[in-house]
């Protein structure tokens, strides 16, 4: 390239360019090339839009395979933190086949007991079935023995209600009751008969009331 | 399929231009939810995010460790800061449901959803999750190009015209990509389960109490229906995964997900769930349908807020476009009838002249300037009635006071 007269340069076409060293309209047509973006955004785009895909698909897809499970392992950090980590297992592939419910057992300083129910959607109405349904969800991870982390979370808080405070909780225990929902003979299903078992027991202690 | 012809295929899918339409209707439906989401959880909040919520932030952490997108290990554990997290999380719904600034709200309000997602991560649902990957990708959409105040702003600093120009459809086709994807993992996790191959599956669910919303026909609880029921849910999950992205069977198919979704929203006490994921339903709407269907809708509706008014204004007046332009974004239901003084084909007279630096307003009690043409134009346009509301009482007052 050489400098014109006019202090823009030359191509080697002969075609005089701006100071850039782009001729006039050509940018308009990289642009239009790369459907008004720039070319670098483009590129930019493209790049996060297979990546997305790509780790997206592999995240969520229930492949086995031990290449797809490194995959996840790298894929982790930047889903987690993203927030782009999820699963559509809904109902499946076992879908729920138990009625459940969790309460807490109180002992009191006193020596008397009460018994605190966690709200159970078949008790609620309409409207509260929809504000308290997250309260479903959370049982259904507490019985969850994958989740006994929560459990101690779970018994300071039943302390620390204000019906249960005032009254000087010793011992919190959280009871599970279930029926399982079983196959009968003609090809029917019926409800199982109700157990139930203190699955944790908590002592209380000062501190937990402050 | 050569390389050329893909990626000339790629090309076409994500970055032809195309309307905004559907993508700023979903930002609308999606504000919408994420606000009823909120307000659902609002009895609970403090139970789930405060300082002494049912699940701790060191439980949680420990739990689920590793650095995460959650204002609160960065807010301080107070009651405070829960309750301010509420109410900025619900003020930025409102703005991105409105379109005002939606860029940065669609940040905040993803921020903030991502926030109480991770603080406790054990009652969310599949509608949450959905919200949330929706939301990531709303981020980088042209989502206040319609429907939005931000155009309002846009027309009237002159930076926009009354057409609604069209963009690069590459994040709306993510969260179409996301919304396939909820059916067809569903659909792969389903087939891997025995009682769904089987056909028991929906016979165990529809055991489950607290699953139940309202009662079922009994007929529907027979074994071989429900056996049918469960195959059909297999069979429409990889339809929607899969085939949805065939436009010639996308609407029968959209219309049956729509009616599924509804028979599961009336049976299963799943809340928001099929809200969440019907609000996606919008971006596979074709943007002339959309208009086509909203023009037959404003045809039969439009006339019940009264006959359409005459705006008379001056063209060549770069602010009274802008407010003509302005009036005819804002006027949904084709109201208002615009009449630029340049056009030949505008009627003259000594009173279009006056109208030159003025906008005016012909009704049937003649013609209208100043505030009197605000409030007439204000009445027959349902956005601006609170408007209308506040002349009418200035002018009843006015009267009172004279």
Sequence with gaps: MVKSAEGGQVSRRGKETRPGGRAPGEKELARAQFFGLKKWQYIAINAFLIFHTLAICCWCMPFGSPFIAACRETLRPYFVWSGLFQSWDMFSPLPKSANAYMEALVLYQDGSTTIWSFPRMEQLTLTEK????????????????????????????????????????????????????????????????????????????????? | MTAKSFLAAWNEFFFADQSPIPIALFRVIYGVMVIATLLLLRPDWMAWYGPHAWVSLPTMQGIEPGPRLNLFTVLPETYFWAQALFWVFLASAACLTIGFLARVNSVVVYLCLASIQQRNLFILHGGDTFLRVAGFFLIFAPAGAAFSVDRLIRIWRGREGA?????????????????????????????????????????????????????VPSWFLNPTILKLATWFTLVLEFALGVLIWIKEI???LLAIGLFFH?????????????????????????????????????????????????????GSSERLRRIANLLGAIDIFSRLSFVDLRDAAAPGGARMKAARDKLEVETEFGPRQGLDAVRTVASVVPLLWPVYLVLSIQKLFKLRVA
Aim: charged share 25%; with cysteine; net charge neutral.
């Design chain 1, 130 to 210: 929809y504000s308290k349904e997250r309260y479903r969800k959370f049982m259904e991870s507490v019985l969850d023995e994958k989740n006994a982390m929560l459990w101690p979370d779970v018994a300071r808080h039943v302390a620390r209600l204000p019906e249960i405070r005032g009254g000087g909780p010793r011992k919190v225990m959280l009871v599970a009751r279930w029926s399982n929902v079983v196959r009968q003979e003609d090809g029917t299903f019926a409800r199982g008969p109700w157990d139930e078992h203190v699955f944790y027991s908590y002592d209380v202690k000062p501190e937990d009331l402050q």
């Design chain 2, 163 to 215: 057409e609604i120009r069209l963009r690069r459809p590459w994040a709306q086709r993510m969260i179409q990509f996301e919304l396939t994807l909820v059916y067809f993992v569903g659909f792969c996790w389903k087939v891997a389960g025995a009682p769904w191959v089987e056909g028991s599956a929906l016979s165990y669910i529809y055991h489950v109490d607290e699953l139940q919303r309202f009662p």
């Design chain 2, 250 to 252: 996308r609407y029968y």
């Design chain 2, 262 to 314: 509804l028979c599961l929203e009336y049976s299963l006490n799943v809340p928001m769930f099929q809200w969440d994921v019907l609000s996606a339903y919008v971006l596979f709407i074709d943007a002339g349908d959309l208009q086509r269907v909203w023009n037959r809708i404003r045809d039969r509706t439009g006339t019940h807020f009264g006959e359409q008014v005459t705006v008379i204004y001056d």
